[in-house]
């Protein structure tokens, strides 16, 4: 019982600890934005994919409110994800052995009245994985996790870099 008890103990501090000194989960609803950017309406070609509901995940967990044209403040244009692979390296039979995996979009915000008010941006996520070319079904299950986890990446970066110019514009 009292090993338990030591072991609880232990990770209350440890998780007090980290608290104390500012830790945070990166896109877990620490990108203050002012409250005038929180009514936000989205435009984007493809409101269905994937791409488009990474966005609305990442943005309603930081407390952005999606609502119609006509009642948002600012309307974030999403261009559509690009995503693209390159080898980097080959093994001694001539064969991929390390790919780059690199997704990119652009996007820009506009104000109610429909004027610009943060340019085109882009964001991109890049990684890189190993690749066996014994195991064909198992590199492209592999390439698939790494492109959900690259689009969840993009919408963060998207909201962290809004967060910053809101912050930055008052």
């Not at 244009?77 to 995996?101: D, H």
């Not at 979009?105 to 004027?115: C, E, H, I, N």
């Amino acid at each position: 019982m009292s090993r338990h008890l030591a072991r609880f103990t232990f990770i209350l501090g440890v998780a007090c600890l980290l608290t104390a000194c500012g830790f945070q989960l990166r896109g877990t609803g620490g990108e203050a934005l002012p409250d005038s950017w929180k009514k936000m309406y989205l435009v984007t070609n493809d409101p269905n994919g994937e791409f488009t509901r990474a966005v609305r995940t990442v943005f309603t967990t930081n407390d952005i409110q999606w609502t119609s044209r006509a009642e948002a403040n600012y309307l974030l244009v999403l261009g559509p994800e690009k995503f693209s692979q390159a080898n980097l390296s080959l093994n001694k039979e001539a064969r991929v052995s390390q790919l780059e995996l690199s997704m990119r979009s652009t996007f820009s915000v506009l104000d109610a009245s429909g004027k610009e008010v943060m340019p085109d941006t882009t964001a991109s996520v890049v990684r890189q994985m190993e690749n066996d070319p014994r195991n064909a079904m198992g590199k492209g299950e592999e390439i698939r996790v790494h492109k959900s986890e690259m689009l969840s990446e993009l919408a963060q970066q998207i909201i962290r870099r809004i967060g910053f110019f809101a912050t930055s514009e008052h």
